[in-house]
Each structure stands twice: as C-alpha cells, then as structure tokens.
C-alpha cells in the first residue's frame, strides 16, 4: 500500500507571496493532519481534516488555512508568507479522526526568502 | 509544552537492546503513551503505543510503569537503521491538539 505522499518535496518562496502545499493520504485513510516542523519549535499540530471538515486546529494565525477533498486529499495555504514561515510542513493520515495513530508523509521543505 | 520529559540523546551497540526512558508524571487516567521516531530528512514513523498495559509489536516493546509516570521504549536488537530521534507522547485518542511533540531522544546506534 502507498504512503502518504506530499508535493511539492522543496519550495522556495518570497516574502510575501502564498503557497498551496498538497497532501494525499493512504488509501483508505479519511482523516488528516498537518504539523509545521522547525529546529527552534519542534512539531507543532496545524490542523486536522475529516469528511472534508476542519475537526481541529493548533495555535496558529489565521494565514494557514487548509482544506480537504472529497476524495481525503488535502492542501494547506499559507498567505502572506513571513520568514519564520521556513520549515518543514509534514502531512499525516489515519484511518479515523480521534486515533493518534499517524502515518505521516515526508514532508515539503518550505523556505521563504 | 510536551508533557514528557526525555534524555536529549542515548548511544547503544549495535546488535544490543536500547532502553529509552520517558518520564510522564502528570498523564492522566484518559491518555495513553505513543512513541514516534524521525529518521533524518523524513516524516516521523509511527512505533508503539499503550495505556496501561505492557505492549508489543514488531518493532518495539513499551514497558509502562504501574503508576503510569513513566514508560520505557525497548527496541530489542538495534540496528544502524535504528539511529534517529524517539519521541515519546501522551496524548487522548480523540483530540490532536495534544499531540504535542518534545525535543524527544536522539539514539545513535553504534557499529
């Protein structure tokens, strides 16, 4: 069975600019969640998909956003991108919401200049 | 803030078994343990995980403590593909707001 799968791997961007970062899940798998990975914060929860619906949402400012498919692929967008922005944005999925039991994606490697 | 607390890094043998400790003393009566690892440049791998009982998988065997403040990660044979870093979690089932990952234990197995 293929894993989570994330695009793009590596992006570079502006200051300023928006990106839209894609995750799709393991077959069969409905719910997913993004974490934002830096060296001086760790992993930190962004949000959780489930039946196309934001089931919850970490400590984040309204800039991220994301959503979710009917067919449980997700997106994140983060607008107006800052330089503290620059990390690794890691994607996983699970069967159910509610089960930390997570499979997670390589992640894609944001860098904003 | 993580609720557990880690060594910052542990070396071990190869071919020898790695003990990795997780102190959780303030884990409460819903939470359970999950252990992840990050190799370096991937997503974290899910391992094991426990609420009271000791566990065992193909990977790994978690040891929990009676009083439940404290667990023990045991990989019985490491391997130098064993090398990254272990995170230990306590977190309820039902809500990923907790999922609140540490600085974890970074494990360098030795040849």
């Known amino acids: 069975k293929a894993g989570v799968t994330q695009t793009p791997r590596y992006l570079i961007k502006t200051r300023g600019q928006q990106v839209t970062l894609s995750c799709s899940p393991i077959s069969g798998h409905r719910s997913v969640s993004w974490y934002q990975q830096t060296p001086g914060q760790g992993l930190q929860f962004l949000f959780e998909y489930f039946s196309e619906t934001q089931r919850n949402k970490g400590n984040f400012p309204g800039r991220f956003s994301g959503r979710q498919f009917s067919n449980s692929r997700s997106e994140m967008n983060v607008s107006t991108l800052e330089l503290g922005d620059s990390a690794l944005y890691l994607c996983?999925?699970?069967?159910?919401?509610?089960?930390?039991?997570?499979?997670f994606g390589p992640g894609t490697r944001l860098t904003v200049t | 803030d993580a609720k557990t607390t880690q060594p910052p890094s542990m070396d071990c043998a190869e071919g020898r078994a790695a003990n990795l400790p997780c102190n959780h003393s303030t884990i409460s009566g819903n939470e359970y343990v999950y252990w992840y690892r990050q190799i370096h440049s991937q997503g974290p791998q899910y391992i094991i995980h426990?609420?009271?009982n000791n566990e065992t998988n193909e990977m790994a065997s978690l040891i929990i403590t009676e009083d439940r403040k404290s667990s023990t990660l045991i990989l019985p044979h490491a391997t130098l593909r064993d090398t990254a870093v272990y995170y230990c979690i306590v977190a309820p089932t039902y809500n990923n707001n907790d999922m609140r990952f540490g600085a974890g234990t970074r494990l360098t197995v030795k040849p």
């Open positions: 426990g609420l009271k």
């Open positions: 996983a999925s699970s069967l159910e919401p509610g089960t930390n039991e997570q499979y």
